[in-house]
């Protein structure tokens, strides 16, 4: 379906934005990787889905919390590849705090890497997009762009805005061929969850399992994480040709949480 266009995932090294980069190569995008840590693996990983499919992997390792990293990466990839023409902003990270004590300098570190890289990104990649008429922009928001909770006033305030920016440039383009949607997932037990279900193990002398338990059972309904694959596939969705009128939704896959 997405053969000869071309996907940008921010933070795209491990968790979700390993699984979404996955399932749009699994359609044939060429795919544009970026993230922290050691690279190798994670690429090879989707480079050996787009071999099968005749698309091809890059990586760029832009800081997303820096302007001026984040321009050269998407000169990068529109030289490798001609132009971006689905981006997912999904590098994200979090910070757990009482206002009072929240550190200033992560709170800088939240809104930069969450919020206003999709701002640099979607600045950059909206010319192109619009002269093609054609363009995806998937914001990998979280539950948190919906309901708050407590001691997370960066991460909570970082993704209530990018469900904001969400719809301004949906509004913007919604005479023209580029959607821009936001995702808004629950619980997805990624290295940032695993963070938090240790601190919880750690303060209350639970076990892994205990603690898990006890994260989800204190907001997601289901019981169950959402995993990277069915985020994959709604991302996927998004850059169908059935998605071509959805303009400016946060569709949460939160096993319940914001229904409560
Ligand atoms: P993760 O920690 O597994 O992955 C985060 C990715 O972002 C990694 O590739 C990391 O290297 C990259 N990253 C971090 N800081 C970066 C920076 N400054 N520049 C470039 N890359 C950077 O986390 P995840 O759970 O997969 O989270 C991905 C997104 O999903 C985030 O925006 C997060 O807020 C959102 N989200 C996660 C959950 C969850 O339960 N895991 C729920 C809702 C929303």
Same mark, same amino acid.
């Given at each position: 379906?997405?053969? +000869? ?29 970026? +993230?922290?840590?050691?690279?190798? +693996? ?84 909206l &010319? ?99 995993? &990277?694959?069915?985020? +994959? ?7 169908? &040709?059935?998605a ?7 569709w ?9």
């Amino acid at each position: 379906m997405l053969k +000869g266009k071309t996907a940008l995932v921010t933070g795209s090294t491990s968790g979700i934005g390993l699984g979404i980069a996955k399932a749009l190569a699994r359609q044939g995008a060429h795919i544009v990787l970026n +993230g922290f840590g050691d690279a190798t +693996g994670p690429q090879a990983e989707v480079e050996a889905i787009a071999a099968a499919h005749g698309a091809r992997v890059a990586f760029h390792g832009a800081d997303m919390s820096r302007p001026a990293e984040i321009e050269a990466m998407m000169t990068f990839a529109a030289g490798r590849f001609g132009q971006v023409d689905i981006l997912v902003n999904n590098a994200g990270i979090q910070h757990v705090a009482p206002v009072q004590d929240f550190p200033p300098e992560r709170w800088d570190a939240v809104i930069a890497i969450n919020l206003s890289s999709a701002f640099h990104t979607s600045r950059l990649a909206l &010319p192109a997009m619009r002269a093609a008429n054609w363009g995806r922009i998937i914001n990998v928001a979280s539950v948190h762009g919906l309901v708050a909770s407590a001691e997370k006033v960066a991460y909570v305030a970082s993704k209530h805005a990018i469900v904001g920016l969400t719809k301004v440039i949906a509004l913007e383009n919604a005479t023209t061929g580029v959607t821009c949607n936001a995702i808004c997932p629950g619980w997805v037990l990624t290295p940032l969850v695993q963070k938090q279900v240790d601190a919880k193990a750690a303060a209350n002398g639970w076990t892994n399992e205990e603690a898990t338990r006890q994260l989800l059972g204190e907001k997601e309904p289901s019981m169950q994480f959402t995993t &990277p694959e069915e985020l +994959g596939e709604l991302a996927v969705f998004f850059c169908s &040709p059935a998605a071509g009128n959805v303009r400016g939704v946060a569709w949460n896959m939160d096993g319940g949480w914001a229904a409560q």
